[in-house]
């Protein structure tokens, strides 16, 4: 099994930064991918970045490229989400979840971080 915390998440104006850290443990070896998701009031949840095992990076929200950076730290088993120049759109529940080798959907979720971006 493997669990995830979300940490940094909270309040800040629009234009502002925040780091949200995920913490992953448990069978790390089973992992292919971290992502961040994210659901806002009403609306679905949408994965907005992933890491893969090798590195790899991909964005899966238009709105967040160029602002929102992925990124691990292996040494200490976290995935980050740098977000700058956040919008008042970018307000939601924010999720990091495992992705397991051979699985086609994320099964491991954290309990998710709230951000909000003010006007």
């Known amino acids: 099994q493997v669990q995830l915390v979300e940490s940094g998440g909270g309040w800040v104006q629009a234009g502002g930064s925040l780091r949200l850290s995920c913490a992953v443990s448990g069978n790390i070896d089973d992992i292919a991918a971290v992502g961040w998701h994210r659901q806002a009031p009403v609306k679905q949840r949408e994965l907005v970045a992933l890491?893969?095992?090798?590195?790899?990076?991909?964005y899966a929200l238009d709105s967040v490229k160029g602002r929102f950076t992925i990124s691990r730290d292996d040494a200490n088993n976290t995935v980050y989400l740098q977000m700058t120049r956040l919008k008042p759109e970018d307000t939601a529940v924010y999720y990091c979840?495992?992705?397991?080798?051979?699985?086609?959907?994320?099964?491991?979720w954290g309990r998710g971080i709230q951000v909000t971006v003010s006007s």
């Open positions: 890491i893969t095992r090798i590195g790899a990076i991909g």
């Open positions: 979840a495992a992705l397991r080798r051979g699985a086609t959907r994320y099964d491991s």
